[in-house]
C-alpha cells in the first residue's frame, strides 16, 4: 500500500484446517432417563432385539384425544446397543395434532449438523419393502430426504390416524474444529397413514 510518503507491505498466514467430517448413523429413542418429568414417553421397540443385525429404536405414538400430544426423543449416534450408551447428538420432537398431523423436528447440538434423514410411520413398528416383507433399512422409509449440512430438519406427515409407530433415523455429521452456520431445512409428506387407535 503507498501514497505520496510513504510504503507499507503486510503478510498474512492462514492455516485452513483439512474438512474430514466424522459422520455417524443416528437414530431417535424415547428413552425416559433424558426427559423431564411430565414428558410422554413413547414404547420402545430396539431393532437388535427384534432379529435384526443393525441398532435403531421404533417408537410407538398415540393419536391424540384432546389436544395435541408432543414427544421429546434424543438422538443417538453410533449406538450398537438396546440401551443409550453413547450421549444424545441432537434432539427429536414429535407433535401429533388432534387434526391428523405429525410433525417430526431435529434439532442437533453443538458442531454435529445433518446431510440424511429419514422418518418411517407405520401401523407396524417395522418399515415394509414393496414386495410386502417387513425391514429397518432407512432407504424403504416412507420418507427420505438429503441436505447439506442442516443443523435442524422438519418433515410433516399431513394424513395420519389412530396409534402409529415412528422410526427416525438420519446421519450425523462434525468436523474438528469447526461450527456450521445454523441452517434450517424441511419437507412434507402426503401419505395417507391409516391405523387402528387403543381402545
Known sequence: ???????????????????????????????????????????????????YSNWGWSNFIEQPEVGD?????????GNPDCSAITE???MVTITYTIGGTLTVDYDMHGDYYLTEA??????????????GSPTVAPG????GDMMDMATSYSVDFADVSGDVWVIVHGV??????????????SDSNNNTIACTASA
Open 69 to 77: 400430544t408432543v414427544y421429546y426423543m434424543p438422538l443417538y449416534a
Open 118 to 131: 429419514h422418518v418411517n410411520v407405520g401401523c407396524e413398528w417395522y418399515a415394509m419393502k414393496k414386495n
Open 1 to 51: 500500500v503507498s501514497d505520496i510518503c510513504s510504503s507499507d507491505s503486510a503478510t498474512c498466514t492462514f492455516t485452513i484446517p483439512p474438512c474430514n467430517p466424522v459422520c455417524n448413523t443416528v437414530y431417535a429413542f424415547s428413552n425416559p432417563e433424558e426427559l423431564e418429568p411430565g414428558d410422554a414417553v413413547a414404547d420402545v421397540k430396539c431393532f437388535l432385539n427384534e432379529g
Open 172 to 185: 450425523g455429521c462434525y468436523i474438528d474444529g469447526y461450527t456450521p452456520d445454523p441452517m434450517a431445512d
Open 140 to 143: 424403504q422409509y416412507i420418507h
Open 88 to 90: 444424545p447428538v441432537g
